[in-house]
């Protein structure tokens, strides 16, 4: 790059052109001989004859004058001494100089001095640091090659005067059990090149660093076994005047093996990376963490670790970054999510943590495979989309957003799928696979896209079914019912990709904007949804145009709209589709009305309609029962045809879907432990190749059983007071209280004083917002009476209505308001007036016919029996108490059909077989703490 050819001209007027010049001319001073027999001269006279080699140097420095040279040509070993360059000194090391060992000291030095030059040095030894320095200026260091065993070549101290003004031609290091070269406060850096060669940590470290230009950084084996990097950028290196306006530039970095490649960390920053050649690298290849303002140009990774943009809690999120890479063999990630991210990735990088527009299964020879891309064979000369489909990868669509487009995720759906399905040659997927399709929330947007453009955009392609969960049946809708609330994000980030998508609709909104925050709005643009979703939370989207909220009535707003509106097909796909009738981020009757479209058009639909869920549990609770349905469709099991709805309880409750997602939940807590595990089928936990494989790994078969236990477990300990779990669950409700009510004072009435899973549970931000809407008044203070003119309250108030309507909540006493008769005359609303009673909470006695969920002494209630007893004494006079042993016994009580020969055997070294749950304290608190202890 031309920044290399200016720094090379830069460290020019060092004067340093070749090795072969070390002593040449006529040097004030030189050091000559060999071991036992030194001299040191100046001019014409002796300063220093003898056998100590050190003493030599020293006397030949001690002789000169600033501005004056000494030429060590002699080689020897100074020991643990330390030879100390004053200001305006110049010195050559032509020979080679062994250095021994001395805690905190350099075997070269130049401490607290301006203009001192080492144009030439050649280093051996295993010393604690081959050359040291701090409150330089203008300090020249020229081609210095260090062949060590141990150690640092060479460090700027951190806790000493900072530096200014330092120059470096070429630094060659090989051996040093630590960094190459390692800098802390220098403002104003030249270094033409570091050669680092298997050293133990860094190549080049920098620390608190500014306006520095480096031109090559090549390392080989550099930090292998450790975090350490090739390049390091470290503790605010780059910092500058509070900012991180660019101000360190480097040309090249080459990495081969090591540890990482690239490293930036610490609120580190303003630099700009001309081009990269890292690979093999045993950790990140490059790894950004807590950095901002950092851009590599361009450039290759192969094989090895992760590329990653990361953050730890302490520091800021990334900022600021961009990534112009081709990258094969690995994997890009961002976790968590920074904000004004650009990655301009290419390659057969599998791409991680940038979310999903939808997934798809494909049958393959003695295996399953899941996809979501084509990135990886698209590059491919023998994976090629015909060119007659105008599609994804045609338009352009991996280098913009393009949020909630429909035409745009449907299609790039389907290119994914035509990819994999011709890569049979090295995949192993079979010719004629089984193909389906399921996504969730903005993934069931592209998987609804996919089924209705698949008759026209992809008649080739057919699917054995789609499952879709959270479905958006209208956008326009979704944006006026999440505006001002917590998932406003969505919305901001859904207009900014469609004004990626349309054309006239982006010049639509830049007329719209107001200039002042048309920025902020467009932030999405540069970063993770979840990022977005936390900045724009409760704001009001019409505050940032024109219109305020006419907006969305605009002509072109309205021309998008209808053309994201579905139903637009009837898919001959067999659906099944589920959304929770309390979604708050699509209402429920937009999704109704999609079905029922379909449905009249001649499709297979089965539907669900949760009543318990949100639009965010429902991804969770949602799933098993899903995948019960897809794997029926890809086993060959054809759906009734039609349509069927059902509102349910929970999907949740499907036995075979909660057997389905265990098996996938526990695969995943296995690997968060870091236990090896091995696959498991989409099958039952039962089913023959797990049964085999358990029965063939003893071991795995213990750890899969408290893993998933445990898991279960594990979920008490939000219940205790004092707990860790339960103070986390305290503060993000909150937090969350703090989001969802803007009036202070009913904020603070509303916010209970008891923990999280005790009394009441917290309220529903549907209820919060009716609560503050203008036509709402809340009243905290309760009411002294009514009278014919309306409410009194205790302060004597009156606010008068003309019609009151109590609304005086649920009974929860489990007495029907109906009738339901037993045996001999029995009524069942008579019989539980005084104290409801049931067998497991499930029957009643007398009532042959009558079952329950969740009836009377159910076990929900939370830790020892014996205050529910004490409790139950008082208010009736009859003891009667939940199931009086842990939940898991009451699974396996539920699980006994036999209910007449009911036996309950405890396992002796079950810590929850007594009332209540049984935790101790330490279990309560410990993370890491094993909650099954009992499976062994």
């Not at 051996?124 to 150690?151: C, E, R, W």
């Not at 939808?358 to 049958?363: A, K, N, Q, R, T």
């Not at 009734?640 to 999907?651: L, N």
Request: net charge negative.
């Amino acid at each position: 790059m031309a920044r290399l050819s200016f720094l090379a001209a830069a460290l020019a007027l060092i004067s340093f052109t070749n090795a072969a010049d070390c002593g040449a001319g006529i040097p004030e001073a030189t050091v000559t001989g060999s071991e036992g027999a030194y001299e040191a001269t100046k001019g014409s006279a002796s300063v220093y004859s003898g056998s100590d080699y050190f003493a030599a140097i020293d006397a030949a420095l001690g002789a000169i004058a600033s501005g004056e040279r000494v030429a060590v040509i002699a080689s020897g070993s100074i020991g643990t001494n330390t030879i100390s360059i004053d200001s305006g000194k110049i010195f050559e090391g032509c020979g080679t100089i062994d250095l021994g060992y001395k805690a905190g000291k350099g075997g070269i030095e130049s401490l607290n001095t301006k203009g001192a030059s080492i144009p030439y040095l050649s280093l051996t030894g295993a010393p604690y640091f081959a050359m040291h320095f701090y409150g330089t200026s203008d300090l020249s260091l020229g081609k210095i090659v260090m062949n060590l065993s141990a150690g640092i070549g060479i460090r700027f101290d951190r806790d000493e005067a900072a530096n200014t003004n330092v120059a470096m031609d070429s630094i060659s290091v090989t051996g040093a059990s630590s960094h190459a070269v390692e800098t802390w406060n220098i403002d104003g850096l030249t270094i033409n090149e570091v050669i680092a060669r298997d050293v133990g940590e860094c190549g080049l470290l920098l620390q608190m660093t500014t306006n520095a230009k480096v031109g090559l950084v090549d390392a080989d084996n550099a930090g292998s076994g450790t975090g350490y990097a090739a390049l390091r950028f470290a503790n605010q290196n780059g910092k500058l005047n509070g900012g991180y306006e660019t101000n360190v530039y480097v040309d090249k970095v080459i990495a081969k093996g090591g540890g990482r490649g690239l490293f930036c960390v610490s609120e580190s920053g303003g630099a700009e990376i001309g081009t990269v050649d890292i690979s093999d690298t045993e950790n990140n290849a490059i790894l950004i963490e807590n950095c901002y303002g950092v851009t590599v140009l361009g450039g290759t990774v192969a094989g090895g670790g992760e590329v990653r943009l990361s953050a730890r809690d302490e520091f800021a999120l990334t900022d600021d970054i961009e990534l112009h890479l081709q990258v094969d063999g690995t994997t890009v990630r961002e976790s968590p999510c920074g904000t004004n991210i650009v990655l301009d990735i290419t390659g057969s990088a599998t791409l991680d943590g940038f979310g999903f527009v939808s997934e798809f299964w494909l049958e393959a020879e003695g295996f399953e495979t899941a996809g979501s891309g084509p990135e990886e064979h698209f590059e491919d000369e023998d994976v090629d989309v015909e060119q007659s489909h105008k599609g994804y990868y045609e338009r352009g669509y991996t280098t913009k957003s393009r949020y909630v487009a429909g035409l745009q995720a449907g299609q790039a759906t389907l290119d994914s799928i035509r990819a994999v399905l011709k890569s049979s040659s090295f995949s192993g997927i079979s010719v004629k696979p089984k193909v389906a399709l399921w996504g969730y929330s903005g993934g069931a947007l592209a998987t609804n896209w996919a089924v209705e453009l698949q008759r026209s955009y992809a008649p080739e392609l057919s699917f054995v079914g789609a499952a879709i969960g959270g479905l958006i049946g209208n956008i326009g809708n979704v944006l006026e019912t999440i505006n001002k609330g917590p998932f406003v994000g969505l919305a901001v980030t859904g207009l900014m990709g469609l004004y990626n998508e349309y054309p006239y609709f982006a010049t639509y909104l830049e007329d719209q904007f107001i200039p002042a925050t048309a920025e902020t709005f467009k932030s999405v643009l540069r970063q993770c949804l979840g990022v977005s979703t936390s900045q724009f939370s409760g704001q009001d989207i019409s505050s940032y145009f024109k219109s305020g909220a006419a907006v969305l009535d605009g002509a072109p707003a309205q021309k998008v709209f209808e053309a994201l509106n579905l139903s637009q097909n009837v898919p001959k796909t067999p659906l099944y589709i589920y959304k929770s009738i309390n979604d708050q981020i699509s209402p429920i009757a937009d999704t109704d009305n999609l079905v029922n479209y379909y449905c009249k058009g001649g499709a297979t639909i089965e539907y669900k309609r949760d009543l318990v869920s949100d639009h965010t549990s429902l991804s969770i609770t949602g799933a098993g029962e899903a995948l019960v349905w897809l794997e029926a469709r890809m086993s060959g099991q054809s759906p009734e045809s039609g349509c069927s709805t059902d509102t349910v309880i929970s999907t949740l409750l499907n036995p075979e879907g909660l057997a389905l997602l265990g098996t996938t939940l526990v695969e995943f807590l296995i690997a968060l432990l870091g236990v090896p595990v091995g696959p498991l089928s989409l099958g039952t936990l039962d089913s023959e190749e797990e049964r085999a494989h358990f029965g063939a790994d003893p071991d795995f078969f213990l750890r899969y059983r408290k893993a998933i236990e445990g898991y279960f477990n594990s979920g008490w300990k939000t219940f205790y007071k004092g707990s860790a779990a339960q103070a986390e669950a305290q503060a993000g409700t909150l937090a969350h209280y703090q989001e969802i009510f803007h009036d202070e004072t009913l904020r603070n009435f509303m916010t209970p004083s008891f923990g999280v899973g005790c009394r009441r549970p917290t309220t529903g931000d549907n209820f919060v917002r009716a609560m503050q809407e203008p036509n709402t008044t809340v009243f905290p203070f309760g009411v002294t009476k009514m009278n014919e003119d309306g409410i009194v309250h205790p302060d004597g108030t009156v606010n008068k209505y003309d019609a009151i309507v109590c609304a005086t909540g649920f009974d929860t006493s489990f007495t029907p308001r109906f009738p339901i008769h037993g045996r001999n005359g029995h009524e069942l609303m008579e019989d539980f007036s005084k104290s409801p009673e049931a067998y497991l909470g499930l029957a009643v006695h007398g009532y042959p016919n009558f079952f329950m969920f969740s009836g009377p002494i159910s076990p929900v209630g939370n830790g020892s029996a014996f205050p529910g007893a004490e409790d139950k004494h008082l208010k009736t006079g009859k003891v009667q108490v939940t199931w009086p042993g842990s939940m898991l016994h009451y699974r396996e009580a539920m699980a006994d059909v036999h209910y007449e020969h009911f036996k309950l055997d405890y396992l002796s070294k079950n810590v929850f077989d007594w009332f209540g749950n049984g935790l101790t304290w330490s279990e309560v608190n410990d993370e890491h703490g094993d909650m099954a202890p009992y499976i062994t």
